[in-house]
């Protein structure tokens, strides 16, 4: 998206990037990529926001759902998670930013530009021009770039292609997708079943109620499809120092 718009001479005025603290180490490990070529096309720099809890004993969802023996909120067919983890953190910060600030006191509303692509239309919101303070644009889907487009993109521009961003433990993740993270990061694998586990033994985990979340999976646990696939050939017990990312 953002190259998108450098080639049709639209300088953004804020980049935020929303962080969980789970992010896949692919994630973190091109921010310096993108720094760089935000510099090199004089953008400014993307800020980095997270959801802080006022007083509870962790700072990534991971720790969340660790502490509450619970799973991400999409595993119950929700969206709280990103609603807490992403959207917030970013509305939090653009109330405090000072442009913001004197737009909205003008009677005017912020462009908040999102990059879902043009696959992601069931992801559309605020259309209804009802938010007061906000007017969304969607440029992916105007421009009609669906993924394998945004790619081509990327790679045209000379950028390496990034990693699909997601957290290691996101329900949403396919069976493809687990024996993939199993063979490149056993270690967050090995995490992600942990959670799993600490939520299949714990408080809110109902098997005997009809349609219950089993696991990660939702309807399956990551756990047992990986025992029955070969993924987890023994008990996991991944490497502790991992833990930063808690």
Sequence with gaps: MLI?????????????????????????LYA????????????????VVRYTPPIAPYDSLYGNCWQNETLPSLAFGRKSCSIKWKREPQDHR???????????????????VIGFDAR?????????????QYEYQYPLMDWGWDRQKCQRV???????????????FC??????????????????????????DRYRTGKHFRPSERRSTEGLGRRFAWREHGEATGL???PTTP??????LC
């Design 232 to 234: 987890i050939p023994s």
């Design 120 to 132: 992601e239309e069931r992801r559309r919101y605020g259309d209804r021009g009802d938010d007061p």
């Design 4 to 28: 998108g718009l450098q080639r049709r001479g639209v300088r953004p005025d804020l980049i935020l990037f929303a962080d969980t603290g789970g992010e896949k180490p692919e994630t973190y």
């Design 239 to 244: 490497d502790q120092t991992r833990l930063f």
């Design 32 to 47: 310096p990529i993108i720094r760089q070529w935000l510099r090199d096309v004089d953008f400014p720099q993307f800020e």
């Design 94 to 112: 653009v109330r405090r930013w000072l442009p913001a600030i004197e737009t909205w006191e003008a009677g005017l509303k912020v462009q908040k």
């Design 171 to 196: 329900p949403a993740m396919k069976k493809p997708e687990l024996a993939e993270l199993a063979q490149s990061d056993p270690d967050l694998y090995g995490y992600a079943v942990s959670l799993e």
């Design 154 to 168: 990327i790679a045209d521009e000379g950028l390496p292609v990034p990693a699909k961003s997601a957290c290691f």
